[in-house]
Structures are given as C-alpha cells and as structure tokens.
C-alpha cells in the first residue's frame, strides 16, 4: 500500500498555473487576476501575478475600466485598479436571465421576499446592519445571530440579482421596456 503525503509536490501546485500561463493571453490573465482582487491594488502587482509587463497590465486595465469591469483610481500613487462588483453582480443577473424563465424568477423572487420578511420580523427592522450580535453573553447565541446575519445580507443580494435577472428576462436584456 502507498503512503499517503498530504502535502503536493512542487510539480503538482504549478501545474495549474502553468497551464493557466500558457492556455491565456496577456489580457485574460490580466482580466482573471484584476476578479480575483478585493482591494485596489497598483498594475505592478497586477503584473506580477498576471506574469506580464507593468506596462501591459496598465494597457489593458484602462481597457478592462473602459469596459466597466475594473474601478481606476487614477488619482493615488500609484494608480489602483480594484473589480467593479456591480459588473460582477450584471454578469450573475444575465446568467440568471438566460437560465430562468420569468415565472421561475418571479417564483424565486417571491420566496426571497418571505425569507426576508421572516428576518425583519425576527430582529425587529429592515436593516441587517442595525442588528447588535454582541447583545447576549451567550457565545452559541452571538454566533448564531451573527451566521442569521450574515444570511440575511447574502439574501438581500440575491434579491437584487433577481430582481435584476426579472427585468432583463421581462425586457429581452433591457433594464427598460424598449
């Protein structure tokens, strides 16, 4: 019987990213990283992740944030490029709309509106920020409270998306009536 070593080789954690390197253009792995980042972060290390030039990696960021996917803070210095959620948020709505007939969305739109009135009506208001989890002394309690919160703020953004996805699908991809 073989042993089992639970730490890969160094062959087996590059692999990924090799093929990554090698199976992307410059600008899609520009594109992959600048998704991956959750703060604004200068192009050099955009680069550096991405494996191109500094000045590559700037080209297309001003493009990806003439596009919308990226936020360029042009402004700080060095200029900082950090993903534009709601781009993020327009793709999954679109996804929802190609997938979801309208009286699906409409059903599961309905449904997310009674699981969020259960959380109003459990804390008392509309708002999940307005919630205290530190209240109790009870620590079971305080982690109970905050995973009810945490749901409630991913529901609310489901909401939206759908509720976005409903007026793509109602409006053939328009937010309007055309």
């Known amino acids: 019987m073989d042993d089992f070593?639970?730490?890969p080789t160094v062959d087996d954690t590059s692999e990924p990213r090799q093929q990554w390197l090698d199976d992307t253009d410059t600008f899609g792995r520009?594109?992959?990283?600048?998704?991956?980042?959750?703060?604004?972060?200068?192009a050099v290390e955009i680069a550096e992740i991405a494996d191109c030039s500094p000045n590559a990696a700037t080209k297309h960021?001003?493009?990806?944030?003439?596009?919308?996917?990226?936020?360029?803070?042009?402004?700080?210095?060095?200029?900082r490029f950090a993903r534009n959620d709601g781009y993020l948020e327009w793709q999954e709505a679109s996804r929802i709309a190609r997938e979801l007939s309208v009286a699906e969305?409409?059903?599961?739109?309905?449904?997310?509106?009674a699981e969020r009135d259960d959380y109003e009506e459990r804390f008392g208001t509309t708002?999940?920020?307005?919630?205290?989890?530190?209240?109790?002394?009870?620590?079971?309690?305080?982690?109970?409270?905050?995973?009810?919160?945490?749901?409630?703020?991913g529901l609310i953004r489901d909401l939206r998306l759908y509720e976005l996805a409903r007026q793509l699908a109602q409006n053939d991809g328009h937010l309007i009536p055309a």
Do not use: C, K
């Open 5 to 7: 070593d639970p730490a």
């Open 105 to 113: 969305i409409i059903d599961r739109v309905e449904s997310l509106e």
């Open 61 to 79: 960021l001003s493009r990806l944030a003439e596009m919308g996917v990226v936020n360029a803070d042009r402004e700080s210095r060095p200029a």
């Open 127 to 153: 708002d999940p920020a307005e919630v205290s989890v530190f209240d109790h002394d009870d620590h079971d309690t305080i982690h109970e409270r905050m995973s009810a919160v945490s749901e409630w703020q």
């Open 30 to 42: 520009v594109y992959d990283v600048v998704l991956g980042i959750t703060t604004p972060t200068p």
